[in-house]
């Protein structure tokens, strides 16, 4: 009986242990949304506050841009994205998953958006962007 007390007092010892450890840890959360991205910080003893991007901006768009082998993302492949359509994509998580062929989600795409090549994935069927650089 005495070693199943113990092992018990050792269990609820483990267990507190575990709640000190991960009182002192700094969360990050991601908001990915359809046209920005938001992120988060929760530390302890600190109300919880929203990441400012590099333009000082709580939110970032949710767009990339692909020009001259370079890669932009935010608010730069936005600026991209005004001179160069064609280079610049957003909207994305509007088609994640979708299926190239029968979705009513792509086929609204394709009709916002005529300049990107939409094709189905040989595989899987789903959306992939053709990109000529």
Do not use: C
Not at 87 to 100: E, I, P, S, V
Request: hydrophobic letters at 45%; proline letters at 5%.
């Amino acid at each position: 009986m005495g070693g199943l007390w113990r092992g018990g007092l050792a269990v609820v010892v483990a267990m507190v242990a575990m709640v000190v450890a991960v009182d002192a840890v700094t969360i990050m959360s991601v908001d990915i949304g359809s046209e920005w991205i938001k992120v988060a910080v929760v530390a302890p003893g600190v109300p919880m506050e929203i990441a400012l991007n590099k333009e000082s901006k709580r939110k970032t768009p949710a767009a990339i841009s692909f020009r001259n082998g370079e890669r932009n993302f935010g608010e730069d492949a936005m600026n991209n994205g005004v001179r160069f359509p064609a280079t610049n994509y957003y909207y994305l998580l509007d088609l994640l998953g979708k299926r190239a062929e029968d979705s009513p989600v792509v086929d609204v795409y394709k009709k916002r958006f005529p300049f990107y090549q939409i094709e189905a994935d040989e595989d899987r069927g789903t959306v992939v962007f053709r990109h000529n650089r």
